[in-house]
């Protein structure tokens, strides 16, 4: 089945220490990106990649990190999470071609007391 | 400065109708423009795609128009059901940059 899937699915952690969620696709997609939603904000683009090792920033990149080292894979990584960082987070794929449907994961709702 | 809209938070339609949600942009050059079903605690569903070139779209009761002059996209669901009630969000793909921006959404209740 083609899916896009994330881990964990719910996460409360604390001020600080280090988190990583995990991203991964079994469509071969190029682009990948990560995306937070928020009440009254919508869904905001983090960070994206349009291919293995080439990561950009979207339009709220701060506290944040993302690699991509291999195709499937994408993972957000919080180095040192705050509270305003706690929210819905989905990560998405596509293919970067004329057709751009994206898959979006389950989500991830992170709680940062 | 940029921006995306969608034209209001909540709609309310009749069983049967037509529903009508609107997405107006300004200051950004889209490549694309994309309409997603949210239903709640779940990811967005793709549902339709228009290219800056392209007038209007269709897919089963679904219709997309995109005024690239006016900046703006109509999305229309026909014979509306209690089924369709959720939150549509449409989104930009930048030509520049490939950045892609949603709306805020619109909650849509199809009332029986």
């Known amino acids: 089945e083609a899916q896009v899937t994330q881990n964990p699915r719910y996460l409360i952690t604390v001020t600080g220490k280090k988190l990583t969620v995990t991203c991964s696709q079994n469509?071969?997609?190029?682009?990948m990106s990560w995306y937070r939603q928020d009440p009254g904000l919508g869904l905001r683009q983090i960070y994206y990649?349009?291919?293995?090792?080439?990561?950009d920033k979207g339009d709220v990149p701060e506290g944040y990190k993302v690699s991509r080292k291999e195709k499937r894979n994408f993972p957000l990584i919080l180095e040192s999470p705050s509270p305003n960082q706690t929210s819905l987070y989905f990560c998405?794929?596509?293919?970067?071609?004329?057709?751009?449907?994206?898959?979006f994961g389950p989500g991830t709702r992170l709680t940062v007391l | 400065s940029q921006k995306i809209e969608q034209n209001s938070e909540a709609l309310n339609i009749q069983e049967g109708k037509t529903a009508t949600l609107t997405c107006n942009y300004t200051?950004?050059?889209?490549?694309?423009l994309q309409w997603y079903r949210q239903d709640p605690g779940r990811g967005p569903v793709f549902l339709l795609l228009?290219?800056?070139?392209?007038k209007e779209k269709r897919k089963e009761r679904l219709k997309v128009t995109f005024d690239t002059t006016l900046k703006q996209s109509l999305f229309h669901i026909t014979a509306s059901q209690p089924a369709d009630s959720a939150t549509y969000l449409c989104?930009?793909?930048?030509?520049?940059?490939?950045?892609?921006?949603f709306g805020k959404g619109t909650r849509l209740h199809i009332l029986p």
């Open positions: 469509m071969n997609h190029e682009y």
């Open positions: 989104a930009l793909e930048l030509k520049r940059d490939d950045k892609i921006i």
């Open positions: 990649s349009m291919n293995v090792e080439v990561t």
């Open positions: 228009i290219r800056e070139n392209e």
């Open positions: 998405a794929s596509s293919l970067p071609s004329s057709y751009n449907e994206q898959f």
């Open positions: 200051n950004y050059s889209p490549a694309y």
